[in-house]
């Protein structure tokens, strides 16, 4: 099969196609023919040297999380899933081969139906950003009526769910972005929108119940700042893998809560999203489409930091 691959991390340059084994099913996994697949920061950081890539045991290895497909083969006949369904969810990268590919294997538990009212490009925009928003803003913040919550960077790919997740649960929610998104952020949901370009947060913004940070201290100190927000007691929940190493200490000494969030595949929980998609209450952003060809090019629009909601590879018909 046909696979964008790297053999070593680096730039976007790293990346090439290649021809590859396609993958063969164990156990309680599925064949998936992958129609699309999602380019989230993870992959760029991993790419890069960061992320997961620790973790990458052989080379070439195949990025990518997000994709949307079909079956092709079934781990059983009362799987529940069959060859022709469409379906869409994560893979386990990088335990298993990633999403930028022609095939992937998937557990039964990683995967669920692709909503009916999606084509195949806006559901590979779905999973891991859905899901991380979801984990952040339902499990953990438990976000409810009276709450006010801060999302910084709710333009973004998990943002876009946060601030969604957030409204429909009756939080208020303030996000930050930048100008030419403020008019986006409150068609979203979010009751008030900062500018970023214009404002300090902290100079408009107090005494929110959590802080959803999608940015951490990786730029003008974003993590740091936020704790100036919070009510005492206050939580704030970070999600960027590596960009707050002091996070817990600071927390504590500003006498606020704090923890890390990790998103993790699970198929029954992005059912649920699902209907919230279908229903029309929540919706996902497609920023741009990149042919799988084109996938350096995706990587460089996804680190420039100005693209709205997802970026998707188009990998084959369907």
Known sequence: MRAAVIDAVGSPEVLRMETVPTPR????????KVVAAGVNPVDAKTRAGRGVSSA???????LGYDFSGIVVESPFAAAGLLPGDEVYGMTSFP??????????TVSSLSL??????????????????A?????????VAKAHEGQ??????????????????????????????????VGWLRELGAHQAVDHELHRFEDVVDQVDVVIDLVGNTVEDTGSRSLRVLRPGGLIINA????????????????VRATRFTVAPDGATLDTISRLLESGDVRVFVDQVFDLDAVRQAHVLLEGGHSRGKIVLKVADG
């Open 25 to 32: 099913p164990v156990m309680a996994e599925f064949l998936v």
């Open 56 to 62: 990458i045991t052989t080379m070439p290895a195949v």
């Open 95 to 104: 335990r298993t081969g990633g999403s930028y590919a022609e095939y992937v």
């Open 112 to 129: 669920t139906r692709k909503p009916t009212t999606l084509s195949h490009v806006e559901a590979a925009g779905v999973p891991l950003a």
């Open 131 to 139: 899901l991380t928003a979801w984990g952040m803003v339902v499990d």
């Open 148 to 181: 006010r919550i801060l999302i910084h960077a709710g333009s973004g790919g998990v943002g876009h769910f946060a601030v969604q997740f957030a409204t429909y649960f009756g939080a208020r929610v303030i996000a930050t972005g930048s100008g030419r998104n």
């Open 240 to 255: 960027p893998t590596g960009s707050w190493p002091t996070l817990e200490e600071e927390a504590r000494a500003a006498g």
